[in-house]
Each structure stands twice: as structure tokens, then as C-alpha cells.
């Protein structure tokens, strides 16, 4: 018997892909993580400050604030934009020329930039020249989401689910295209009412791309920043400041980049731990 | 319990019929008795998913009726016809237990909890689930989910007709026959009329005491498997049913005479007309053929070992013959001749059997 001697050689073919995810990850990170521990000054002067930025960050009340907005924000989102999205998925038609009719116009808010889409929002809903915004007036609701909060509150999420609710139809439509025939078919010889095939065929098999739906819906929701920022970048006073949005106001309005850092960290972290636990629990019945 | 009949019935998939090859399903008068166990056989795109989904319910006829007993159910849906079927791939509730899947249909019919648990009770023992009532339907193998599709329209009482379409499609090989004659064990207790689709003639010949062939959208022929086998009606059934199928040898019929190159072959009942213009086969199958002093004289090809016989190809100019020879039976080498079972000749005018 010989015994060969591997070729080492190979491991520089992962070096692409190494480097790539250097700079696109790892470096990016490993810089946060060394900002989050210094004091800055000017003239590029740092000075270790060790886990203080994390404890102020935790302690902060304006922290806690964006938090609070943040979570308010993504719940609100999830419980309109998932029933939402499986209900149009569901009287979507399955066969025949409008299916692609409906796919095109389901897709079309996801093609617009996110800023483009935060642009047309503020000017749709002005109160004395946008459509949306001087119809309500017209009809004589008061509304001016550049003044009130709540109003601020209504348009970013009628926003964000005429973005995005297109999302979570397309993936719950995936999944109910992948049924087969003979599912409906047993079920109307079994005398199913249509309730009892939604919550015992179509849910079932939608599972796995309603998981991913969440996950992408929250992920996505809990980072926002593009779009609040451009309809009400962040107001009025703080009313829509979100997490990114207060986060960007620290490390760039401020230039504070210790705590931003800090800030940085302890947000991934969070989303880190909320996908992580959506994961779990949403997929809990596959593993007995 | 029913007998099922369909009347005058045509299928069509187009909106307007036009051609003849635009009916799925061609005009068609059929009836299948109260109790019996049939199968309908035929080879992939032939109509017979059609038919079965028309006697369910789920397709409605493009003309014709669909009558279970005395009572037309051709407008009725099929949980108003009392039906059940299994499919092809078998269909669980994934997330419901054996036994709430067996309680499915109960359940959705509004009958009472108590009742219904013996009745699953019941239909669990009798498929052999009894053991695994309380799992959940999904992690069970194939065979176990198809007897579950089954199990969820037996638990139904009266049940007027109980369909399965190429139920074992998805079947590991060595469970089939299990399974198979699991089939054949229920309907004998049971005795609820059966009617299985397949394209697979083990499974229809073994499974049922009636056959339809199916080709092209129309019965070819309807009768035993013995029926079928010793006098197929057209060169289709020959040739679909056995292994290997009819042999097929272009004849001529002059003077009551039918002709194979020349040579004289008797045929089971000589029709007594002259056939004019048709295109003429001599058909016998290659376990009527058998090596003779004299006869055709052709050429041995190929001998293949087919167990407790060889299937011996041999040739008479461009026309292949084939025959079985038993085990222990002497085989010439190179050439020989060859004579035919009279009583299972059939003369065919046309592919249809002439007589």
C-alpha cells in the first residue's frame, strides 16, 4: 500500500473567497468592534475605554426609546404584512394568463429603489399637494404626518407594507404553486370546508416559505432606515426615530464613534438573537 | 355500495371539440356491478385518470351521465357522491395524527366523537395501523401513508365506490406486493365495489375479477383476465396484455382460407364473409406456438431464459415470431417449424378481431 501524501496546494483556491469575505465582512466588523471599546478625538487620537461605551448604550434612555420604537415598529409590521401577504397569495388565481399579470404587479414595488420609494411617499402624502395627504384633508380628516406623530406613525407603515407585503405574496404564492392537485382533491372527498384546507393543506405546506417571510420581514423591518429616513427623517421631534436612524444620527451627526460602535454591536446582537429565536420557534414541530 | 354506470358519455378537455382526437375520453356506455372488483388498464395518456376523476366527481362530463344505482349524480360534487379515492402520491394531513386523519372525514361529516372512535378504531385494525394510531401522519413510509389516503375513505360508511388511481406508484417494490394483496383481502371482505386504474397488467389482472383495456380514449375490451388473454378483441389487448404480447403476422383471407406467406393457418372461428379492403393479422400468442415436424419453417434468433420457460425469438422472412418452450423441452439449433394452437389463432381485420 502507498500512502499519498495530500496536496496542500489546494487551500489557496479558497483564498478568493477568503479575501472577499474579509473585506466585505470581517474587516468591517473587526473596525466596529475597535471603535466600540476607544475614545476618539480628533488628529486620530484613540484612547482605551474598555466596555463603557456598551454600559452607557444599555443604560441610555434614548437607547431605549429607539428600542421600544423599533420593536413597536417591526410587530406592527409582521401582523399586518404576513396575514396580508397570505391572503392576496391565496386569491391570486393558480392557473391561466392573469397569473403573470399578477405576478408583474406583485413584483413591481420590490424594483423601486428604497429611497425613491421613501421620496414618493413624501410627496403623496403632503398635506396641501400631495394626492393622499390633501384627499384626507379634503374629506376633512386632519392630517399632516409632517406634525403628528401619530400621522408620522400611519404613513410610514401604510409605506412599508405597499413596499413590501408584495414580499411575503410572492413567497406564500411559491408555496402554494408547489401543491399538488391531488392535495385539494382528496380534501374535497373528505368533505373539507375551505377553512379546514387553508388551516390543514395550504398553511402546512406554506410553512417553510412563511419561515423564511418572517425572517426576511423582520430582519429587514427591525434595519430599516432608507425609507423613514427620507418621508419623516426621524420626526417629528423623535416620534419615528428608529434604531438606524438614531444609530446614523450618533456615529455621523455626532461623530461619536465609540458609542456607535457600541450601539452597533449590541443592534446585531439583537437582530442576531430575535431571527435566531423566530427560527426556533417556527420550526420547533419539524425537529420530534 | 353502488353500481355505477355512465351513460352516453364523451370528455373533452377543449372548449370546442372539433377532431376526434380532441375527446379525452371517447363516447362511451359502461357499467360496473354492485360489489365487483375491477381495474381499468391502459397506458399512460389513454383516458383512464379521466374517466376515474368523472366517476369521482372531480371533473364533470362534457356530455353524458354519471349514475350511481338509480340515482343520476352527474351536477353532484364529489363529497355528495359518497366516494373515495386514492391517488397516485399518497395524500396525508401532515400535520394531524394517524388517527385524526382517519377522523378527517368523519369530522368534517359532523359525526359524533364517540361513534367515530370505534369507527377508526376499526379501519386501523383493519389496515394494520392500529400501532401507530397516535404518530404523526408524516413520518410514516409510503406504503403506511398510502394505506391512510385509503383508511380515510373506508372509514366512511357505505362508501358507494372506492377508486384508486396507480395507487402504488410510489410504493417501494418489495412493499407492492404486500400492499397489493392487502387490496385484494379488503375488497373480499369488504365487498364494496373497487375500480383500480393502472398501466401495470400484474396489477390489474391479479386485483381484478373484470378488466377494461383502455387505448386512445375508448374501451378496447372489457372482460376477465382469462378473456382477455385467450381472446383479446383487438391487436392492442394482444399485444398490451402478456409478456411477451401477441404476435402479430400479416395474413390474407381468400376462400375461407387466412394465410400467413403463403401457408395455410387455421384460425379459431373464420369469419364467413371475404374481408375486403382491411388490413389482415394473423394474431397467436407465443404460448400457442410451438416447434412441430412440419409448419412455417423459420430461423431461431435469440433464446432468452425466462425461468420455468425460454422465450425463443425466431423468424420467417422479415416477421419475428416468438414462442415459449418449456424448461426441459428440446430446442432446435438453428431452424424449425412452427404450428399454432388452433382454438387460440385469431384472425384480425384492421386491428379489431374478425370472426
Redesign the interface.
Known sequence: MTTKTPNQMAWWLVLPVVLLVAFNAVIPLMTVVNYSVQETFGDNQFFFEGVKWFQETIESERFHDALRRQLFFTGIILVIEIPLGVAIALAMPRRGPWVSVCLVLMAMPLLIPWNVVGAMWNILALPDIGLLGHSLNAMGVNYNFTRQPVAAWATLIAMDVWHWTSLVVLLAYAGLSAI?D??Y??A??????NW?VFR??QL??MKRVLTIAVLLRFMDSFMIYTEPFVLTGGGPGNSTTLLSIDLVKIALGRFDLGPAGAMSLIYFLIVLLLSWIFYTVMTK?EA? | MARISLKDLRHSYREQPVTDSDWAVKRLDLEWTDGSANALLGPSGCGKTTLL?II?G?LKPTEGSVWFDDRDVTAH???ARN???V???P?V????SVYDNLA??LR??GVSEQELDSRVREIAALLDLDAMLEQ?AAGLTADGKQKI?LG??LVRLDVAVIMFDEPLTVIDPHLKWRLRSKLKELHQRLRTTMIYVTHDQTEALTFADQVMVMNDGMIVQAGTPVELFERPRHTFVGHFIGSPGMNLLPATFEDGVARFAGFAVEVAAPPKTPLTDARLEIGVRPEFVRFGADGIPVRVLKVRDGGRYRVVETAHGATTIKLLVGEGDALPSESGHLKFDRAHTQLYADGWIAS
Open positions: 399538488p391531488a392535495y382533491q382528496a374535497k372527498i373528505d368533505g373539507a370546508s379546514a390543514y393543506i402546512p405546506k414541530d420530534d | 376523476n369521482s372531480l360534487p364529489p363529497d366516494i373515495a379515492q391517488f397516485q402520491f395524500v394531513y401532515d400535520t394531524m378527517f372525514p368534517n361529516r404523526r389516503s380515510r375513505g
